[in-house]
């Protein structure tokens, strides 16, 4: 049996690529879950289709926010997860990001967190501990070009992860998070387009270039990284806490300063 079956999760960002598989695998497991994200209309297709329940809203809004996780918990009877998934990107260097692409970035992949789990805090104690999944990246531990502000807050959600863990681990409170390398979701869509163009290449060849060091030489699935945030969500982790898994096909592992001698 699972050990998803009767466990009430809240998922953010969900209306596409990883919250969506997150929720996906989360559902056909056994959990009751309430999907958040900024587009109402996916979100509640979703919902319609596996039975979730869609709490349209931004991480940036505390209020709203609170007003989901009470939602959830009182129809559900109670919260034992929480996948924090919301995220955006903005490319470009120091000197290319005004304050408010800096502020947008940081408000809703470190910020969103600390007001989600803030709002969670409550109801999982109630349930004497739960999980706490957040959706970091690779890019959190390497820097890429104009990178500026989503590595740093990246690499600060892994502080908070960690910091979570260490506050609340005496009441039973897991906190870690799943670090992906490059998935094939929407998210990617314009990253291809802008190298194919800079290149002169199909979108094929572009997605082909991402992963030519990579270990296993491809993208991840988004079902993939749902499989992790499912282990580190249930009781198959329950002696992990406070630990960043990277689910990079072995990017990581790639010494870069080697990849010259690499076979043509």
């Known amino acids: 049996m699972s050990g998803l079956v009767g466990k009430v999760a809240l998922i953010t960002g969900a209306g596409s690529g990883i919250g969506e598989a997150v929720a996906r695998r989360f559902a056909s497991q056994g959990a009751k879950v309430g999907i958040t994200g900024r587009r109402a209309a996916p979100l509640e297709g979703l919902a319609r289709e596996i039975g979730a329940l869609a ?23 109670g919260l034992d997860i929480v996948v924090n998934n919301a995220g955006i990107a903005i490319v470009g260097s120091i000197e290319q990001l005004d304050d408010a692409a800096w502020d947008a970035v940081m408000d809703t992949n470190l910020n969103g967190t600390r007001r989600v789990v803030r709002a969670a805090l409550p109801y999982l104690r109630q349930r004497g501990g739960g999980a706490i999944v957040n959706i970091s990246s690779i890019g959190s531990f390497f820097a890429a070009r104009n990178n500026a502000v989503y590595t740093p807050a990246k690499a600060a959600l892994n502080g908070l992860t960690m910091a979570l863990a260490r506050d609340y681990g005496p009441e039973g409170i897991r906190v870690n998070a799943v670090c992906p390398g490059w998935v094939d979701t929407p998210m990617l869509a314009p990253l291809l387009e802008m190298l194919s163009s800079e290149r002169g290449i199909t979108k094929d060849q572009a997605r082909a270039l991402l992963v030519q ?11 993939e990284i749902a499989r992790c945030v499912e282990f580190l969500a249930t009781d198959a982790s ?11 096909g072995g990017m990581g592992i790639v010494d870069v300063g080697t990849v010259a001698f690499a076979p043509r």
């Open 55 to 77: 709490l349209p809203g931004d991480v940036t809004d505390a209020k709203i926010v609170e007003q989901s996780v009470a939602r959830l918990a009182r129809e559900y009877g």
């Open 213 to 223: 060091f990579n270990p296993l030489n491809r993208m991840a699935r988004p079902e």
């Open 238 to 248: 329950s002696y992990v806490t406070g630990t960043t898994l990277l689910v990079d």
